[in-house]
């Protein structure tokens, strides 16, 4: 059975009825973020399986879900357009924010240990993902060792990211933790070929609280205090780096 014909099997059983489901009109091959999304030594014919593997993309509204926690896990997601924020609820109904996913992404990857997700995925602006199978991705990365090892990658990156942000939140100040926010959607901005010192912030301040385990105040205060000092210009959502070498100081 060719790739295709059992993504279809997976797809319509229950997601292909859905009317924000549609075939794929760009494949990996051609797509903008292929460099950011996907192993940089695959073959024509390599790309060939995943266009024939991934057939299918999911358009999500501003406000809606992707999928929720306790949803079954059945396929990895990765983000074409767009972005994302993760979200766990304390058993208080306080929400905590753990992610921010843009352009190029991958989301999903926390359902493989318990074959449900363990997060909400919830879209900051209109955006669109890339649906993969997950079952077929395993037969493709016993197949294609590139993709089985950017797939290990990507979980790897998960481990860290957790990590690094259980040491942002145990160890740093305030300012820095915004700082070090700043810089690393910075350079995740310039690996998507964006300007790294002028861009806009999809996320709230008070989603950034939550994801720095901070007050919304003390993150309008953040800003305000880097902006007087010239390090950033921040205007609403519009931030400019202004001093790359003071931002990496503070």
Same mark, same amino acid.
């Not at 266009?51 to 306790?70: H, K, P």
């Not at 990211?161 to 040491?167: G, K, N």
């Not at 008070?206 to 901070?214: C, M």
């Given at each position: ?62 406000? !809606? ?19 994302f ?6 058993r ?35 955006s ?32 860290v990211? !957790? ?5 942002l ?14 810089l ?8 998507r ?49 202004v ?8």
């Open positions: 059975m060719s790739f295709a014909s059992e993504g279809n099997v997976v797809l319509m059983a229950p997601e292909a009825a859905r009317a924000d489901i549609k075939p794929r009109s760009t494949r990996c091959s051609t797509c903008s973020m292929q460099r950011v999304c996907m192993p940089a030594d695959l073959s024509t014919d390599d790309y060939a399986r995943l266009d024939a593997l991934i057939c299918s993309t999911r358009t999500v509204r501003r406000g !809606e879900t992707l999928y929720r926690c306790g949803d079954a896990f059945q396929s990895v997601y990765a983000v074409r357009s767009g972005s924020k993760t979200v766990v609820m304390h208080d109904g306080h929400e905590q924010v753990t992610g921010f996913q843009l352009a190029g992404d991958a989301l999903g990857l926390d359902g493989i240990s318990a074959d449900r997700h363990g997060s909400d995925a919830i879209a900051l602006e209109d669109v993902v890339c649906i993969i199978p997950f079952d077929l991705l395993e037969v493709l990365c016993r197949e294609v060792r590139a993709i089985q090892h950017h797939v290990h990658r990507l979980m790897s990156s998960e481990i990211r !957790e990590s690094s942000l259980v040491m939140l145990g160890t740093m100040t305030a300012e820095q933790r915004v700082a070090a926010f700043l690393n959607l910075s350079t995740r901005m310039k690996a070929g964006y300007s790294p010192s002028q861009f806009v912030l999809r996320m709230t301040r008070e989603e950034i609280g939550s994801y720095l385990g901070l007050k919304i105040e003390t993150v309008s205060r953040m800003f305000s205090r880097l902006h007087k000092l010239g390090v950033v210009d921040a205007r609403g959502k519009e931030v400019r780096i001093d790359q070498a003071a931002l990496e100081s503070v």
